[in-house]
């Protein structure tokens, strides 16, 4: 899952299936900053196998060329 701050909020904009990389976003705007997070999507080893979340990533930021 990829979210994209603007303004002070996160929206997500995309979720990859599993294994995918790289991803690009095309849909940007010149000049523009662009501040990313990502997270996974899991399935434990614990018993009884359970499915959840990973912790965002920490964001980093680029600006639009």
């Given at each position: 899952?990829?979210k994209l701050k603007q303004a ?58």
């Open positions: 899952e990829v002070s909020e996160w929206t997500m904009i995309t979720r990859l299936p599993s294994n995918k990389a790289p991803w690009t976003n095309t849909d940007l705007t010149s000049w523009n900053t662009y501040a990313y997070k990502v997270r996974a999507y899991f399935k434990s080893g614990a018993t009884p196998n359970t499915w959840g979340f990973s912790s965002w990533s920490n964001c980093d930021d680029a600006i639009a060329p």
